[in-house]
């Protein structure tokens, strides 16, 4: 499609539930990338995928977090034991490196807003 | 460590009345600067890159610059509708390919 799209819009999951986010790149994109935003304006970059390889996991917590992006599917970032701190927006974005040497932009889906009560 | 301070954080300007949004930067080798605009419950939407200082870019109301040390969106004869919060983000060359996050300028414009 043409843009990024997440699912759901929302999640409410008790302390110690499983929560799953979905995200489907814009076609033609290799790179997908998850954000967590709390605190109104504070990203924290998790984990990005070239196609469906992992690319860079450095803000990956490694103890509950995971995330796959297998062929012909929308990419899946799942938490285990959900925490009261992991309430935040979760955002996708999916980007198209070009050989020319420039670092395309990220385009951003609307995100899942998880709640963790 | 990489850091992006946004500067000020809020903001409120008369319709038409111009202004700047400052973002400064600290990275190892940077690759680009972004700015974004993000609505309340959505996500950020592109506005512009810039690679190298001196770079500029333009589009409707919206300028962006950069020099080594910072980079500007100027905001001129703002609308009602340019109210959101504008976000610079750094991808530094030792990073993957990451964006680090400023905290943002929340912009209200007023009629």
């Known amino acids: 499609g043409e843009e990024v799209a997440q699912t759901p819009k929302h999640l409410v999951r008790g302390e110690g539930q499983k929560a799953k986010l979905y995200c489907a790149p814009i076609?033609?994109?290799?790179?997908v990338f998850w954000y967590q935003q709390v605190l109104k304006n504070e990203f924290k970059f998790l984990i990005s995928?070239?196609?469906?390889?992992?690319?860079?996991e450095t803000g990956m917590p490694k103890e509950r977090f995971s995330a796959k992006c297998l062929p012909n599917s929308p990419c899946s970032l799942e938490i285990q034991a959900t925490k009261l701190e992991d309430s935040a927006v979760y955002f996708c974005a999916s980007s198209q490196f070009t050989s020319g040497g420039s670092y395309n932009e990220q385009f951003f889906g609307p995100g899942t807003r998880l709640t963790v009560l | 460590e990489d850091q992006v301070t946004q500067s000020p954080e809020a903001l409120r300007l008369q319709e038409g009345e111009s202004s700047s949004l400052n973002c400064s930067y600290t990275v190892s080798g940077l690759r680009g600067l972004f700015w974004y605009r993000q609505d309340p419950g959505k996500g950020p939407e592109f506005l512009f890159t810039?690679?190298?200082a001196g770079e500029e870019k333009e589009k409707e109301r919206l300028k962006a610059t950069l020099t080594k040390k910072e980079s500007f969106l100027h905001i001129t004869a703002p609308k009602p509708e340019d109210s959101a919060t504008y976000l610079c983000?750094?991808?530094?060359?030792?990073?993957?390919?990451?964006?680090?996050f400023g905290k943002g300028t929340s912009l209200l414009v007023t009629p």
């Open positions: 810039l690679y190298s």
């Open positions: 983000a750094v991808q530094a060359g030792d990073s993957g390919y990451a964006l680090n």
């Open positions: 995928f070239q196609n469906e390889n992992v690319f860079d």
């Open positions: 076609k033609g994109h290799s790179y």
